[in-house]
């Protein structure tokens, strides 16, 4: 029975075929990892408003979220602008910041979770700076593909 690798479900090469083993199984390992290098970025206009809703897709297959990176050109100050996914209007409390004062660009790794293709994906503005509320936002999402089922 073949093995798969675990992010992409492709097929390593059998065992028994030594000639091709060694570099069949570091190609499909490589391109296994590639998935890790999924994201897309939504622009965020203007100053952050809070608990406004925004950036809102559906994907076209099953993913895991794995880290939200966020950006400004206008700076929060008093306190840190913070963004929370939702899926289907509920907030997941995967909560992703951009530190008053930081730097200009942060990376949260916040905990994996999974979206299904049925499901409508957005980002959330949960707290804006006190003093600055900041604004020109740009957040990074990075996900990684579902293992394709195999059959």
Sequence with gaps: MPTYTPKTNLPHVDPGDQNWKAKGDACTDMIDTLGDLMSFTVN???????DEVFGQRKFNQAVTITKIGISSRDMPTG???????????????????????GAMFQQTDITDFDVTNAQVFALKIKNVGSTNPGGELFITVHYQPKAIATT
């Design 44 to 50: 965020y206009s203007g100053q952050a408003i809070a």
């Design 79 to 101: 306190a840190n602008i913070t963004i929370d996914c939702t899926l289907d209007g509920a907030e997941q409390t995967k909560i992703a910041t951009l530190t008053a004062g």
